[in-house]
């Protein structure tokens, strides 16, 4: 259903159009909070795309090449091989599909194999009860609590923080068989 491809430029009129939308970037970046002008969302995706510590990927659609997200792994350390999970899905009609889930598992994957990761985390937070959910059939485990740690309409929320060992991913792969 969903492939996982290199993005473009030319692609900065999708990112402003799914910015410009505070339901989907409730829990996100919040870089994406601050950008309003196409100009602004356009210099953040030259920069992404020159991010030599970052795997960025656009979400695409199989049958079309219709982008509709981003995911990836930021802030990659080649010591520690370690590194931070990200997704923003900016098509809502396609929230709720298992979308979400099937990335989050296929970037996974990549940080293991290809990037020969043994550890991936991430962030997420706590009202962001898919998200969680996601995270958790992708074989996040939960480690801690960053208290008050989101500031999202005019309150402020914890945030989980969750990863997947190497290790722990390779057993629940082949246990899936």
Known sequence: MIQLLPLHDDQAPAFHRWISDPEVVLYSLSAFQAMTT????AEWLRLTLQDTKSLNL???LAPTNELIGYAGISNISRINRAGEYFILLGEK???GQGIGTAVTRQVVSRGFQDLGLQRIMLTVSVPNEGGVKAYQRAGFQLEGRLRKACYR???FHDKLV???LREEWLAESEAAG
């Open 58 to 60: 656009g979400v695409y």
């Open 38 to 41: 196409l100009e602004q969302v």
């Open 162 to 164: 969750m990863s997947v």
């Open 93 to 95: 009609r396609y929230w």
């Open 153 to 155: 309409h005019n309150a």
